[in-house]
């Protein structure tokens, strides 16, 4: 079965003035985001590093649905996004979503680099 991670990031974050209110922001969208799409959720969205957020989707045709939602609750905020669609290989979902592990986590975080590498604001890895 195949899912969909999807690893977020800020661009800049570091020389953003307002950075503390843009983190408060970013976590109450995290929680929205995990009520509003909880029946398409596997794994939870959670910060994982520093200004990176990352959850995983049951379903990888919906992985647009939430980013636009993303991007709509985060109008002024810039952000990359890497979209890894694969299996899973850890399926123990009482973990958080940075302790699971499958091609679906690796294509997400090679998206996510080349994202960055070349300033795209969305790469996706099937």
């Known amino acids: 079965m ?3 991670t999807i690893i977020c990031d800020l661009k800049n ?19 929205q985001a995990n009520s509003d799409f909880a029946d398409i959720i596997a794994s ?3 910060i994982t590093l520093g200004d990176e957020w990352q959850g995983l989707l049951k379903n990888p045709e919906e992985y647009s649905e939430v980013i636009d939602f993303f991007r709509r609750k985060l109008p002024s905020i810039d952000f990359y996004c890497g ?5 899973i290989n850890i399926f123990d979902f009482e973990l958080t979503v940075n302790q ?13 680099n080349i994202a960055k590498r070349l300033n795209y604001s969305l790469v996706l890895i099937q």
Do not use: C, M, W
């Open 100 to 112: 699971l592990d499958g091609p679906s986590f690796h294509k997400a975080r090679k998206a996510i």
């Open 44 to 46: 939870p969205f959670i």
């Open 13 to 31: 974050s570091a020389r953003l003035e307002n950075r503390q209110q843009i983190q408060y922001e970013l976590i109450e969208t995290i929680k």
């Open 83 to 87: 979209v890894g669609i694969g299996e």
């Open 2 to 4: 195949d899912y969909a």
